[in-house]
């Protein structure tokens, strides 16, 4: 993917932070424990890393963008948190200095080959390299149906259905890092449920809704709210699952 549109966020940093979902406290758990080193990739606006450091972590957060990297500070002062802008890949850490490296809804914008010799060089030995994020599970219901009609409409290349398809492709082609043991994956499956405001705050956050052009933005994003708003229901339920891939230094 390209670096425009991993750096797209910065855009809607405010509305990111606002809108999009952390995740499962188990999921945290299986991460780290009280005293856990991090070197976390991509953090954003540090919706993993203030979990991360509230789970006793200790977090080195690298985050390309200067907007992004401001609101880590901000949420995370007073947090055992150390904010870097940079790319992981062109991050510099003492060798074998963290027991995991991580990044949540964001390794897709690393370059797997880069990263992961990163990773190997920070990693102690038997150090974990933990990929997490949050995706869409399923779309069924009359307000998903409803939400689809006008994604058929107004930008049917961005497709929810196939969205889901590309997902779980990415998770099952990810390809095993130089230097580690084999991924194993572990899902945990939630609901969230959003008003006609917060899912349209949260669409706007994805980087394929924002490079769409304004105009053709907004008449889509108002169709949503619409859609949503004349539902039964008057609100969707968004079904997600978090998934955790780990490989281990070898």
Not at 132 to 157: M, S, T
Not at 192 to 203: M, T
């Amino acid at each position: 993917m390209s670096n425009e549109r991993a750096l797209s966020f910065g855009q809607v940093a405010d509305e990111y932070d606002r809108w999009r979902p952390g995740y499962p406290t188990q999921a945290i758990a299986d991460i780290v424990a009280e005293g856990t080193r991090v070197l976390e990739s991509g953090a954003g606006t540090g919706k993993a890393t203030v979990a991360l450091a509230r789970a006793g972590a200790s977090v080195v957060a690298v985050e390309p963008d200067p907007s992004m990297a401001d609101l880590i500070r901000s949420r995370c002062a007073g947090d055992d948190v150390e904010v870097r802008v940079s790319t992981i890949e062109n991050c510099v850490v003492p060798d074998h200095s963290f027991d995991v490296v991580c990044a949540a809804q964001s390794w897709h914008w690393v370059d797997p080959v880069a990263g992961a010799a990163v990773a190997a060089k920070a990693l102690r030995p038997g150090g974990a390299l933990c990929v997490f994020g949050n995706r869409l599970r399923d779309i069924d219901g009359p307000a998903w149906a409803a939400v689809n009609e006008v994604y058929a409409e107004y930008a049917p290349e961005l497709d929810r259905r196939v969205e889901i398809e590309v997902h779980a492709k990415f998770e099952q082609n990810l390809a095993r890092p130089e230097g580690f043991s084999p991924w194993t994956v572990t899902t945990y499956d939630w609901t969230a449920e959003y008003d006609p405001d917060g899912f349209v705050g949260l669409l706007g956050t994805f980087s394929n809704h924002i490079a769409l052009p304004a105009d053709k933005r907004d008449r889509l994003l108002g169709a949503v709210h619409s859609a949503v708003s004349d539902s039964a229901a008057g609100h969707i339920e968004y079904h997600y699952v978090t998934v955790l891939a780990t490989a281990h230094v070898e």
